[in-house]
């Protein structure tokens, strides 16, 4: 679409600028729950992002599976069952308790594009070749002003705004939003290449003296193969990627450059860890890289925000069509920005000990190392930040011990939960033989497959909102369930739960 200079044009109730992974799930939710949505995005159609991310972790996984896409994705990439840092710790996560127990190696534009069909199926508009130039927020919406690749404005409206729109947020900038952190390592290079000694089929990241590298198997004959050279760290990212530079600081990190050669895609660029004080800003929100950016260590960059698209796209959606008050939204920022800053620790510490290069902090690396592998709890909770299952929301005081918890893959009497879940509403699982009196439009109600007792009332994005471990064996009324719901449940959350 290219308007007239001045041209006032009424779009969607949403607008979520940014078409990368973060956008296409957000407008695809939002999409797939009746609310009209527009996606605006500065490339040209057809212009894909960098490929730079290439892992998708179980938690995603499983979001992708509650959207019918999981299993397709799969087919296109690598699983690796297998996780080596630092050359003295290897994770195994094949016994994860998750449907998905391993790391699917992938480019990213291949979730972009399973992502972009779906968002297409559900009739979402496009607006390519606009960036967006300014953001004006009132009482009863929010104006957009974009400037198109021919050079025509426009004025853009809607209820809401996203900015998925990368770690160079217009959106962000436009709000005025600082954007607080560091450049932790300038300088990294990336490739993706053919290898003629080709090493164990793991996710392996190591350092040593000056340098560290990362090594990931693609599956299709190619390997991402990245590091970081010390004594190169000031060289601008638009100075070109030599594949000798990268031998060298294979040959360093690992021992062996691996006989890389055939070199399909180069890149250079530097690693921030930043995050925004608040993901909402009145009507309009930021997710994604928009929101927070870290070190692609463990990576997580491509899966926080998606897992922020997650968290939030019910939430809109229940908003803009009247079955929960604006409130709802402050919870977005209250159980999503805990988690990002999170990510920013754990990815930084991984790359900060892979850059260990004195005899203290290689000890130090050492000795976390060893905690990592040998102590359960502490391997746990390892797997469980690099693949996002170990991640839970906070819950009010005195809740269920499930509350805010992530709820698995579980088997329900008629299939399973994530399949449940695809229809985007609020999934209550009873003990069998209860009876349920309920709103269909909003709450889908299933028996657990087993003879557990407890009623699980799990939100669309795969977490418990309320549980109970005391219904009894005879009917259960939804009005009942839901006012034990809004006792256990926060302010905010309570115009959200389902009501027969």
Known sequence: MNGKTGTTQHTATVIVVG????????AGDLAAAGVSVTVVEKRPQGISNLTRAFGVHARTLEQLDARGLADELIDTGQKITGVRLFAALSLDISHMPSRFPFVLITPQYEVEKLLLQRA???????????EV????????????????????????????????????????KALGLPFPGQSVIKSIVLADVKLTQEPERTVAVNGVGNA??????????????????RTRAEVADSEPVELEELREIAERAFGSDFGMHDARWMSRFHSDERQVPDYRVGRVLLAGDAAHTHSPAGGQGMNTGLQDAANLGWKLAAVVNGQASEGLLDTYNAERHPVGRAVLRSSGAIIRLSMAHNVAQRGLRAVLAFAAGHLRPVTRKAIGQITGIGYAYGAPRGSHPLTGKRVPDVELKDGRLYEELRAGKFVLITPRGTSVDHDEDRLTVAEWASDRRTTLLVRPDGYAAWASESSGDGPVSARIAAGQMQVSWTSAMRSSIPRG
Request: glycine share 18%; charged share 20%.
């Open 212 to 229: 560290f590298g990362f090594i990931i198997p693609f599956g299709d004959g190619y390997w991402r193969v990245g590091g970081w050279d």
């Open 133 to 172: 130039t300014g953001v004006a927020q009132a009482d009863e919406g929010v104006t957009l002003k974009v400037r198109h690749e021919d050079g025509a404005a426009d004025t853009l409206r809607a209820a809401y705004v996203v900015g998925a729109d990368g770690v160079r947020s217009t959106v962000r």
């Open 19 to 26: 078409s990368g992974p973060t956008g296409l799930l957000l």
């Open 120 to 130: 297409e199926k559900n009739g979402i508009r496009f607006v390519y070749g606009a």
